[in-house]
Nanobody
Framework: QVQLVESGGGLVQTGGSLRLSCAAS???????MGWFRQAPGKEREFVAA????????YYADSVKGRFTISRDNGKATVYLQMNSLKPEDTAVYYC???????????????WGQGTQVTVSS
């Protein structure tokens, strides 16, 4: 079992930055991590993912060049640095974990409770 807790969400103006954190506990060895988001009335969508060592990363086209995923295995924490934020980035952001890296929500068994990110225009 893996427990995940997100933090760092909030309200920011267009063009601003936020850094989300996801603290993992439990059986975190060799876990890949992903970030997803869900806006009101929309399906949950992939944002970014990172492998256990941090050497492999994937990004959604909509966030490439603006968001950066990273991890600190010593702290069992994954980060999502979000720059140049746009109103369309407004959503609840979730982190997820499983043994293998994936770009689909079905690829992750463990999920956090989510953190709200709101970008005002």
């Amino acid at each position: 079992q893996v427990q995940l807790v997100e933090s760092g969400g909030g309200l920011v103006q267009t063009g601003g930055s936020l850094r989300l954190s996801c603290a993992a506990s439990g059986r975190t060895f060799s876990t890949a991590m992903g970030w997803f988001r869900q806006a009101p009335g929309k399906e949950r969508e992939f944002v970014a993912a990172i492998g256990w060592s941090g050497g492999v990363t994937y990004y959604a086209d909509s966030v490439k060049g603006r968001f950066t995923i990273s991890r600190d295995n010593g702290k069992a924490t994954v980060y999502l640095q979000m720059n140049s934020l746009k109103p369309e980035d407004t959503a609840v952001y979730y982190c997820a974990a499983d043994r293998s890296i994936a770009q689909q929500a079905i690829g992750y068994r463990y999920w956090g409770q989510g953190t709200q990110v709101t970008v005002s225009s």
